[in-house]
T-cell receptor, first 114, second 115 residues
Framework: AQTVTQSQPEMSVQEAETVTLSCTYD???????LFWYKQPPSRQMILVIR??????QNATENRFSVNFQKAAKSFSLKISDSQLGDAAMYFC???????????FGKGTLLTVNP | NAGVTQTPKFQVLKTGQSMTLQCAQD?????MSWYRQDPGMGLRLIHY???????DQGEVPNGYNVSRSTTEDFPLRLLSAAPSQTSVYFC??????????????FGNGTRLTVT
């Protein structure tokens, strides 16, 4: 079974600074998808960013970008110009291509200090 | 457009009781799934469905039943609740391209406590 590891249970960042959340995964497949989801205190799960493994280019969404290192099986999330509203639990997730199952990491709780 | 609607938001059960967590989506999504979220465990897949009449097990299916009689609804049944089933439950759906990496749309969750 695939595993997704988020080695940082908690992180903190000062408002307006940059923070990077780590994620590694274990797979022998070449076709897969990676995601970062955000869960604020409201409990709602929100998609932050998505990456297709066959794409070399790192995905970006406004202040959110990823560093996708396929050979190292690493998929880190960088949040630039952190805002108070970025405070949340962040989950990394892996999906094998043509598979209906999504595997989540255990999450990283991000605190943003004013 | 309501998206994915879960009811109830909160529930307390006694050990051995049964109940059904409801999930409905109005996006005509073929794929629906149930996850449970426990502290320090992330989200774990319980059951999923790729269309009406088709269901399959996820990572932690024991103690839970599902059925999918319509595209819109995907209820999760606990036949005999146990304290180990205390958790937050999420329903999530996606369009038919889910196996090609389309993202999940989540409901707001149900917090279930079994005493």
């Amino acid at each position: 079974a695939q595993t997704v590891t988020q080695s940082q249970p908690e992180m903190s960042v000062q408002e307006a600074e940059t923070v990077t959340l780590s994620c590694t995964y274990d797979t022998s497949e070449s076709d897969y998808y990676l995601f970062w989801y955000k869960q604020p205190p409201s409990r709602q799960m929100i998609l932050v960013i998505r990456q297709e493994a066959y794409k070399q280019q790192n995905a970006t969404e406004n202040r959110f970008s990823v560093n996708f290192q396929k050979a190292a099986k690493s998929f880190s999330l960088k949040i630039s110009d952190s805002q108070l509203g970025d405070a949340a639990m962040y989950f990394c997730a892996y999906q094998e291509g043509s598979n209906y199952k999504l595997t989540f990491g255990k999450g990283t709780l991000l605190t943003v200090n004013p | 457009n309501a998206g994915v609607t879960q009811t109830p938001k909160f529930q307390v059960l006694k050990t051995g009781q049964s109940m059904t967590l409801q999930c409905a989506q109005d996006m005509n999504h073929e794929y629906m799934s149930w996850y449970r979220q426990d502290p320090g465990m992330g989200l774990r897949l319980i059951h999923y469905s790729v269309g009406a009449g088709i269901t399959d097990q996820g990572e932690v299916p024991n103690g839970y039943n599902v059925s999918r009689s319509t595209t819109e609804d995907f209820p999760l049944r606990l036949l005999s609740a146990a304290p180990s089933q205390t958790s937050v439950y999420f329903c999530a759906s996606s369009w038919s391209g889910f196996q090609m990496g389309s993202p999940l749309h989540f409901g707001n969750g149900t917090r279930l406590t079994v005493t």
